[in-house]
């Protein structure tokens, strides 16, 4: 598996432990980015991301997230507590919810990687989650 990834999270427990997922299963994590400069810098090249809603600057994950969409054809996951600030959906494949488990996050790894190997769009707004 050579799917590249990109983390956008300002906290950095978080981003290492979405990092130290990613590449137990496999991935490349290419870059941790804590706001919307870092991020759209190191999107080229990427096939997915992980986007916090509320970042370093502000809540620029949504932005972020339609920006990387649009001009480098990254697949975007939000992984947020708060997904009621995503405002535009259209722009992400869906969202998992922190506090987040490992299952969760393959899960949406592989429908992100899938989606950029195939070209696919996503036609719903996914939640990942795993049911104790």
Same mark, same amino acid.
């Not at 991301?49 to 054809?73: H, S």
């Not at 405002?87 to 969760?104: H, I, Q, S």
């Given at each position: 598996?050579?799917?590249?990834?990109?983390?956008?999270? !300002?906290?950095?427990?978080?981003?290492?432990?979405? +990092? =130290? *997922?990613?590449? #137990?299963? &496999?991935?490349? %994590?290419?870059?941790?980015?804590?706001?919307?400069?870092?991020?759209?810098?190191?999107?080229?090249?990427?096939?997915?991301?992980?986007?916090?809603?509320?970042?370093? !600057?502000?809540?620029?994950?949504?932005?972020?997230? +339609? =920006? *990387?969409?649009? #001009?480098? &054809?990254?697949? %975007?996951?939000?992984?947020?507590?708060?997904?009621?600030?995503?405002?535009?959906?259209?722009?992400?494949?869906?969202?998992?919810?922190?506090?987040?488990?490992?299952?969760?996050?393959?899960?949406?790894?592989?429908?992100?990687?899938?989606?950029?190997?195939?070209? &696919?769009?996503?036609?719903?707004?996914?939640?990942?989650?795993?049911?104790?």
């Amino acid at each position: 598996m050579t799917a590249t990834a990109l983390i956008v999270e !300002d906290e950095i427990f978080v981003a290492l432990d979405l +990092e =130290r *997922i990613l590449e #137990d299963a &496999g991935y490349h %994590v290419a870059a941790i980015a804590a706001d919307a400069p870092s991020a759209l810098k190191a999107a080229p090249g990427c096939g997915f991301a992980f986007v916090d809603v509320n970042l370093r !600057d502000g809540p620029t994950g949504p932005e972020i997230a +339609e =920006r *990387i969409a649009r #001009d480098y &054809g990254v697949k %975007v996951v939000f992984v947020t507590a708060n997904p009621g600030q995503i405002t535009n959906r259209d722009a992400a494949l869906g969202y998992v919810r922190k506090p987040f488990n490992e299952e969760a996050i393959l899960a949406a790894a592989r429908t992100a990687a899938q989606r950029e190997t195939a070209g &696919g769009e996503c036609l719903d707004f996914v939640q990942w989650t795993t049911i104790a």
